[in-house]
């Protein structure tokens, strides 16, 4: 075998499992800055509103990194939030600059293109998503 032919590791899965259930937890905390102050922000008007725009933002960082974390709907949850990832990147971030490392907007980036991967690759073996395929099959 060559290093430069593909070939999944019997371990692939269980990574790509393990990245996404820190990538929801890490996703879930910018929803609980946003609706509950925890970790607490520092910035001012925060709590945010349930009804604005950054409201439904911090609802979805909070459910949808729930369902990431848990494996279920990950598919669907992953589409959601990869576009809600491309909106905030560039509503608040690529305005004030093209460059992410100037606009603060790399994590933003980073989570749209993990969760656009997601919802082509699936949550991986540990999930209950995987639980749920594995009892249908029977």
């Given at each position: 075998m060559s290093i430069f032919e593909p070939s999944p590791h019997h371990w692939a899965g269980h990574l790509r499992s393990l990245v996404r259930i820190v990538s929801g937890l890490v996703f879930m905390s910018y929803g609980t800055m946003k609706l509950f102050n925890v970790p607490a922000s520092g910035m001012r008007g925060f709590p945010v509103p349930l009804g604005t725009q950054m409201g439904l933002a911090g609802v979805l960082e909070v459910f949808g990194g729930l369902l990431i974390v848990l494996g279920l709907l990950t598919r669907p949850v992953a589409f959601l939030l990869s576009g809600e990832m491309a909106v905030a990147y560039f509503q608040a971030h690529a305005p004030r600059s093209f460059w992410p490392s100037i606009n603060q907007g790399t994590p933003t980036i980073l989570f749209c293109f993990w969760y656009?991967?997601?919802?082509?690759?699936?949550?991986?073996?540990?999930?209950l998503d995987a639980v749920i395929a594995r009892a249908r099959r029977r």
């Open positions: 656009l991967y997601l919802t082509f690759a699936g949550p991986g073996p540990w999930s």
